[in-house]
């Protein structure tokens, strides 16, 4: 059983910063992959970033590319994401998610393993 807990959401200035954390509470094993996903009101959840728990391998969605980026701690059994000039369309709940198999880009939502509470990102104008 793994338990995420995510956090790091807030209120930023369109162009600024936020950095969101999934710290996982269980054993993690090498098979994991961990990312971020996100919900606006009214609107299907869709993928933001993922990375496996071992090696290098990142995906994002276009949507993010060049201005997010997903890393990890394994000792901390961690998982960032780094949100940089923000945009007024970024604003979501944003949920950390993880598969013990396979990709999180391409999954069946019903297939995710784990999902974190969910932390809100609000961007203004």
């Known amino acids: 059983q793994v338990e995420l807990i995510d956090a790091g959401g807030g209120l930023v200035q369109a162009g600024g910063s936020l950095r969101l954390s999934c710290v996982a509470s269980g054993r993690m094993l090498s098979t994991y992959t961990m990312g971020w996903f996100r919900q606006a009101p009214g609107k299907e959840r869709e993928f933001v970033a993922n990375?496996?728990?071992?090696?290098?391998?990142?995906y994002y969605a276009d949507s993010v590319k060049g201005r997010f980026t997903i890393s990890r701690d394994n000792a901390k059994t961690t998982v960032y994401l780094q949100m940089n000039s923000l945009k007024f369309e970024d604003t979501a709940v944003y949920y950390c998610?993880?598969?013990?198999?396979?990709?999180?880009?391409?999954?069946?939502?019903?297939?995710?393993?784990?999902w974190g509470q969910g932390t809100q990102v609000t961007v203004s104008s």
């Open positions: 998610a993880a598969v013990r198999y396979g990709s999180l880009f391409n999954v069946n939502q019903a297939q995710v393993d784990y």
């Open positions: 990375i496996m728990w071992t090696g290098s391998n990142t």
